[in-house]
């Protein structure tokens, strides 16, 4: 990053607008912070300002689905949330219409849309932290909760700061791994990958509470020097329909339009390289000789979706694959429900070895095996055995020969399906996390009294 903005001295014109943007950066990411005057407030503990980075309508993301749910989740709770989205957004995803807010199932997301937006993200950050203590001042919320990455943690802690009110850090992922995944094996020894990592540290140990999906964040979050009791883990999880009593594979089939006598693998997912989905393809393609009833369907869309298309093609089985594309929460339900097996191939990375997926949590919902990569972040979801199965990552061969136990034999599948169906209905609920939640800023909220007292 330094090397970068260097490069650009002295140039003039489009060039050197593209230095002071580099530079805003890189002032970001060595340890800049908004600057803001103190604001004390009289809270209203119920109140939670969720502080996010984007949301429904607009994105369709797991990201967006988690929030949604967990703001959907304490509001049925009796909390009073709102929720607020990072400057500019959805109008610099291209929503050039965008609304001052959207409601979504009883939920308002509210916008930060000025009529000029700072040309450098350190300047941007600083608009976003006037506007936000603003709307601080008039909801006068007891607890601010954001979410990864650290520049959401930047504007949430200054302005809880100079509210006088505690603020919550929800990781949600290791997103310096996550754009490195994406990079090559150098990215991990880059400037930008270490100042990434040494943002996201700080503002973690300066939360008031660290949220996590997992036991293998948190070790994670642990080695970065936050204490085990100010940590909290909210798993993905479920409600709404995925409660009700999943639809017969029959019926599932009939409602997309697949055949209703085939077997069918496949997954819900992000199509990117980290997922392995090309792993998956090529286990398909080893069944597929022996299981003439076999489909692959692929649910979902991302940079991966040309080249999958691709080795499908090459291999002959482009007649036996579905890739549908991005679909509607509602339909991507029944399509969890089509599967006979779902599929989590997840290459062996720093961020699939951390980062627990939503979409398996769903597949076990409605009561369908998984069979997936063995790691620890997935071993806490699969348990080898007994809802599904675990494989060594990027081995095709192994996991069709996971997948063929699995296929052939329907009252395995059916046993698997209805253990992990328990277990997450048990375990895993959006209800439960709201309520964990609840107690989690309560007790934040009499540690700040006593310590204004």
Not at 197 to 218: F, H, N
Request: glycine share 8%; aromatic share 4%; net charge positive.
């Amino acid at each position: 990053m330094t090397g970068a903005v260097q490069a650009l001295t002295g140039q003039t014109g489009n060039m050197a607008r593209q230095q002071r943007r580099l530079e805003g950066e890189l002032r970001v990411f060595q340890g800049w912070r908004p600057t803001l005057a103190a604001a004390p407030l009289e809270a209203v503990p119920q109140r939670v300002l969720h502080i996010l980075t984007n949301s429904l309508p607009h994105t369709a993301s797991g990201y967006a689905r988690r929030s949604h749910s967990i703001v959907t989740a304490q509001k049925e709770l009796g909390l009073e949330p709102l929720a607020v989205t990072r400057l500019g957004y959805p109008v610099q995803v291209g929503v050039l219409t965008a609304r001052a807010s959207d409601v979504v199932d009883g939920v308002t997301y509210q916008r930060l849309l000025p009529a000029g937006m700072a040309k450098t993200m350190d300047g941007r950050l600083q608009q976003q932290a006037d506007a936000l203590i603003g709307i601080a001042r008039k909801v006068r919320p007891g607890v601010i909760h954001t979410t990864t990455h650290f520049v959401n943690g930047l504007v949430a802690r200054e302005v809880a700061e100079a509210c006088g009110i505690p603020w919550v850090y929800e990781v949600r992922g290791q997103l310096a791994d996550t754009w490195a995944a994406t990079r090559g094996p150098d990215a991990r020894g880059s400037e930008r990958y270490r100042l990434f990592m040494d943002r996201e540290a700080e503002i973690m140990r300066s939360a008031d509470l660290v949220v996590t999906l997992g036991d293998a964040m948190r070790q994670n979050i642990m080695a970065a020097g936050v204490s085990e009791d100010r940590i909290l883990i909210s798993p993905n999880a479920v409600g709404g329909d995925y409660l009700l009593e999943p639809m017969t594979h029959d019926a599932a089939r009939l409602a997309l339009g697949l055949d209703p006598e085939g077997l069918y693998v496949g997954t819900v997912s992000s199509l990117v390289d980290y997922e392995g989905l090309n792993d998956l393809v090529s286990a398909f393609a080893l069944l597929a000789p022996r299981l003439p009833k076999l489909r692959l369907v692929v649910v979902g869309d991302g940079t991966a979706a040309p080249a999958l298309h691709d080795q499908v093609r090459r291999l002959g089985l482009s007649e036996r694959t579905v890739f549908t594309g991005r679909v509607p929460a509602d339909q991507a339900r029944i399509y969890h429900q089509a599967l006979d097996v779902f599929v989590v191939p997840r290459k062996d990375l720093a961020v699939t070895r951390s980062v627990t997926p939503l979409k398996p949590v769903e597949a076990l919902a409605s009561a369908r095996p998984v069979v997936a990569s063995n790691l620890a972040a997935l071993r806490e979801i699969v348990h080898d055995g007994v809802n599904g199965r675990l494989t060594d990552a990027e081995s095709p061969a192994l996991l069709a020969e996971a997948l063929g136990e699995l296929l052939e034999d329907r009252g395995l599948r059916r046993r698997m399906g209805e253990a992990g169906r328990a277990e997450v209905l048990a375990t895993r609920t959006w209800k439960a996390n709201a309520q964990a939640y609840a107690q989690a800023y309560e007790r934040l909220a009499t540690i700040s009294r006593r310590r204004a007292g």
